[in-house]
């Protein structure tokens, strides 16, 4: 909410004329707008009008139309950085149960140097700056690095101390980073750091839920294997970043579609979340389905839910709304121009309709910026060392849709 009413005049009219580039002028001259305007209000205001006029995604337009677009979108986003001085981001809701009440966001893909960590790092200090408690994990247990992105060479604690019950909890080995968000970082030093054992990671993922913050942020390493599926899949918001070049988004595509078979695998599994009846028959089927090497496993969800019809129809329904609910977000990353992301976001999006019934939100495209790629060897983040840079209004945007 604004303090309108308690602002010496001018500073109540830097504030109308703001809310005028996100809003409207006719919002200006309503008093009870003002007071009652909401951060998320600002934040999805500021992602729509970034839309619009940010001239890297009009970059067709003439060179005049262009020039018009960057000076509206310069004060569009000096007035969002005007109302979010004057306002906190509102406090979450409270626990449940004595269970922590968190969003948690993964950040996965298939193949490595696609730019997870960097994401997951300016994703991170960016949420810390508009107050909301982050924590970020580095889960990239066979190359961890994230904590480069955060300007810290070294670290006191990492993850293996947590594996090794030389900590007892989470907390005890996180770390404040100076730019905001704290971190747990991974070890990738220690022979056989990446291939944790299954009882360590029901640890893990229990403890991960268990963490006292408003965001929980995963860094996830760059393959399919079970424990980066499993921990892509405790996420509310999943994210799978891919680039351009074909390898690399028929892996997206792959990671989506292991997702998904894990996420039906494990639906009985010990660490499932769902309450559900552990229906043996079902269980047995669904493992024929999608593991079998004895030529029964079918070749699309669709046909998977139409044999559970067949032979668990109770259990039909249930597994079209777990299917129904498996939403990955799209990010393509390292483009050259916007358009460029458009066939291969389609290509992923028919696949992912037509063979897994699901549909795959394109959710953003990040043109290449050679700050972005400097990042590690800064050691600052890019959000912090440009604020009102490129990767700043990208991800701007993404909080804008999750927060």
């Given at each position: 909410m604004l303090p309108i009413n308690d602002l010496p005049s001018p500073e109540a009219n830097k504030i109308r004329i703001a809310c005028a580039y996100l809003f409207s002028p006719e919002h200006t001259k309503d008093k009870q707008f003002l007071m009652n305007l909401r951060f998320d209000t600002v934040k999805a205001a500021f992602?729509?009008?970034a839309k619009r006029y940010h001239p890297d995604l009009h970059s067709q337009e003439s060179p005049e139309m262009v020039e018009r677009r960057k000076d509206r979108f310069i004060m569009v986003r000096e007035s969002y950085e005007i109302l979010k001085n004057y306002m906190l981001p509102e406090a979450k809701a409270p626990s449940v149960g004595g269970k922590p009440r968190h969003t948690i966001i993964a950040v996965g893909g298939a193949k490595g140097g696609i730019g997870k960590s960097i994401l997951s790092a300016n994703l991170a200090v960016s949420l810390s700056q508009v107050g909301y408690r982050t924590v970020l994990i580095d889960l990239d247990l066979g190359g961890a690095n994230l904590h480069l992105y955060l300007g810290e060479t070294t670290l006191p604690y990492t993850l293996s101390d947590f594996l090794s019950q030389r900590t007892a909890k989470l907390e005890e080995i996180m770390v404040t980073t100076k730019y905001g968000p704290k971190l747990i970082g991974g070890d990738s030093s220690r022979l056989g750091a990446a291939n944790i054992d299954f009882v360590l990671k029901l640890k893990l993922l229990r403890s991960i839920r268990m963490i006292d913050a408003d965001f929980v942020i995963l860094d996830l390493g760059g393959d399919t294997s079970y424990n980066v599926i499993d921990f892509f899949l405790l996420a509310d918001h999943g994210f799978v970043l891919t680039t351009?070049?074909?390898?690399?988004?028929?892996?997206?595509?792959?990671?989506?579609?292991?997702?998904?078979l894990r996420k039906l695998n494990r639906l009985f599994g010990v660490e499932s979340t769902l309450g559900v009846e552990k229906d043996p028959l079902l269980k047995e089927l669904i493992e024929e389905i999608t593991l079998s090497k004895n030529g029964k496993r079918v070749k699309t969800i669709d046909q998977l839910i139409e044999r559970v019809g067949r032979e668990c129809p109770r259990h039909q329904s249930f597994i079209r709304d777990v299917v129904s609910k498996f939403r990955p977000l799209l990010l393509i990353n390292m483009v050259e121009s916007i358009s460029d992301a458009i066939a291969p976001a389609k290509r992923i999006q028919e696949v992912a309709r037509k063979m897994l019934s699901i549909h795959v939100e394109h959710s953003g495209t990040l043109l290449y910026q050679p700050e972005i790629k400097w990042s590690a060897r800064d050691l600052m983040p890019v959000v912090v060392k440009s604020p009102g840079g490129y990767l700043s209004t990208f991800i701007t945007q993404l909080i804008a849709n999750i927060a």
């Open positions: 992602a729509e009008k351009c070049d074909p390898t690399s988004y028929l892996e997206a595509y792959n990671f989506i579609k292991v997702s998904l």
